[in-house]
């Protein structure tokens, strides 16, 4: 048959496939979540994330130290706190001898060349499970912004190379950017959470930081879901208030958002495949229902479609050891 336009040429084998393919992933886009507890030799597996587990300071260190053989050189920790070290104000996130301090300087102490994007949030340090502070079962703004410049400047001190606001409250990464420059800290960058919407896939990481909100949702600060011009908002917001780099979260169900943000700055996008979405895929892929591989290289190169140039993702060190077979 006589037909001028046949795209199934470019496909006709591996050779022209890869030469026209459009997105790759690298091991250079990936930054990868890791859980830290208290205590000494510890690695405690999080049921709800298979192939996940939270490491005490010193696992920790031979966990990173695995990755960097695997190619992997930046990493996003958040600590896990016992209940007893919680309060109203989070008071413990700005102690600089907390367990996340300590990490930082041990982790930098001893891989100086890693990159730490440190989160920064009352919730895991909450009694109330909240991004910040609660009165009367509102959120307090203005007064949130407070703990979050001690917290952002405690993890600073500690040798943190770029601070990742994530809690939704507003003028947060001015609030941050002003205390970092006032204590010497021009270097340090802000990586800001700047669409991150409220719904039902962040629960495995709540359950492995026993930092869900004790009562209420996060619907006063985090986004709705339906919307999308508000994430422009957020993001001609961050962008003036001084952040370097822009994030959206979660990753699949929002790779509108991604590629909105991405068509609308010139700064670098992250984008946050979190942990219901890593779940998701584990638990089918166990029961036989999906391949897990093709499924995990499926989701990020998608994300890296949709315009990320960074992907925070708990797939980091699995996609490190596929690259590697
Ligand atoms: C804390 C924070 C959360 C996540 C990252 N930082 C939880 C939340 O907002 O409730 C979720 C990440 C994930 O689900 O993988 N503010």
């Known amino acids: 048959m006589l037909m001028n336009r046949r795209p199934r040429r470019n496909r006709q084998n591996e050779v022209i496939r890869n030469m026209v393919q459009e997105t790759t992933l690298s091991l250079h886009d990936f930054i990868f979540p890791l859980f830290i507890i208290d205590g000494q030799n510890q690695r405690v597996p999080i049921h709800s994330m298979p192939g996940i587990s939270r490491f005490s300071i ?3 260190l031979e966990e990173i130290g695995a990755c960097i053989d695997l190619g992997l050189k930046a990493f996003a920790p958040f600590p896990g706190m016992p209940e007893q070290l919680k309060d109203k104000y989070a008071t413990e996130s700005h102690n ?13 102490k001893n891989f100086p060349d890693v990159v730490l994007v440190t989160d920064v949030a009352m919730d895991p340090y909450s009694s109330d499970g909240h991004d910040g502070i609660v009165e009367n079962g509102e959120i307090l703004n203005d007064e949130t912004l407070e703990v979050l410049g001690k917290m952002a400047l405690t993890q600073a001190q500690a040798g943190a190379d770029i601070v990742a606001p ?8 001015g609030h941050i950017r002003r205390v970092l420059d006032e204590n010497g800290f021009q270097k340090v960058a802000i990586m800001s959470y700047t669409a991150k919407y409220a719904g039902a896939f962040y629960g495995p990481f709540r359950d492995a930081l026993d930092s869900a909100p004790k009562m209420g949702d996060k619907k006063t600060y985090q986004m709705n879901p339906a919307n999308s011009r508000e994430a422009l908002i957020e993001a001609e917001l961050d962008t003036a208030e001084g952040a370097d780099y822009l994030m959206v979260k979660p990753a699949l169900a929002y790779l509108d958002i991604i590629k909105l943000l991405r068509e609308n700055s010139h700064l670098p996008i992250a984008a946050y495949n979190v942990s219901g979405e890593y779940a998701m895929v584990k638990a089918a892929a166990e029961r036989g229902w999906i391949d897990g591989e093709k499924a995990m290289l499926e989701t990020l190169i998608s994300i890296k479609r949709a315009g990320a140039d960074v992907i925070l993702s708990y797939f980091a060190k699995e996609y490190a050891q596929y690259l590697k077979k």
Request: hydrophobic residues 40%; glycine residues 4%; charged residues 40%.
């Open 166 to 173: 994530s809690d939704m409250m507003d003028g947060r990464v």
């Open 58 to 60: 010193d696992t920790l």
């Open 96 to 108: 600089p001898d907390n367990l996340f301090a300590r990490a930082i300087r041990e982790v930098k």
